[in-house]
């Protein structure tokens, strides 16, 4: 069965004693919950063998740096390959999602195999241009492996109201959104949940590094501990004024 935003809804109003969570313009805030927890989900540092493409339709010419391809459905890279007119494989290491590479000596004497890509440019739903370093030497089928990009949630149910992550990983998304709509409501059991939907993330999501992990718990709980930094200084205020 594919899970539904409302599934999820009905799943958590039991835990909060049934707030409308879809109440407000736009079925919010349930819309806005579950399209946070899915960009997070689906996004970097996390890939998933569910939501991978690969695309092998761009071949390099002999001394041009920069190429863009038409991939609509492209979110981030994740690996590239260079087969050349041999059939010999050689993997890219070196690939940027955010960083930009410079502009390289594109004569024939500077020309290599590519060591390195970065994403140059992206128009989501459209296009992403890539850019190699060094200049490329020779004609290279290009062996592009990425994360596609998450359409929005729009709806509760139907096509738009599905989470598009396989019912099998619904202990994530189902605590995460437990945790919001408990935050919501002021119920101290909101950082009890939230540990759960994280600790199935991280233990379901493969190939990170200890310092990948680390940064993006960093960035997560960030938002905890400035909500309780300003709740300390609403109170430290109220007393202050005898209140």
Known sequence: MATTIQNTIDFASAYIQYPPLSAGAGNQPALGIANEIQNMILNAPFTWGFNRKEDSTLKTVAGT???TVNLTDF????????TDANGAVFEILDVKNTAALGKADASI??????????VLMVAYGTSVTLRFMGVP????TVTLTYQKLVTPLAALTGGT????????????YNNLFVGEAMAIVDDARSA??????VAALLAKAEGLTEMEKNLFLEQYWMRDRQMLAGTLRTQQAAQSRGV
């Not at 030497?137 to 290279?140: G, H, L, M, S």
């Not at 109201?161 to 994530?172: F, H, K």
């Open 65 to 67: 740096q920069d190429y």
């Open 75 to 82: 979110s981030f890279l994740e690996k590239v390959s260079l």
């Open 109 to 118: 004497n500077k020309q290599q195999r590519p060591n390195a890509v970065c």
């Open 137 to 140: 030497n020779a004609i290279y």
């Open 161 to 172: 109201g599905t989470w598009a992550i396989p019912d099998q990983y619904l202990d994530i």
């Open 192 to 197: 009890q949940y939230r540990q759960r939907g």
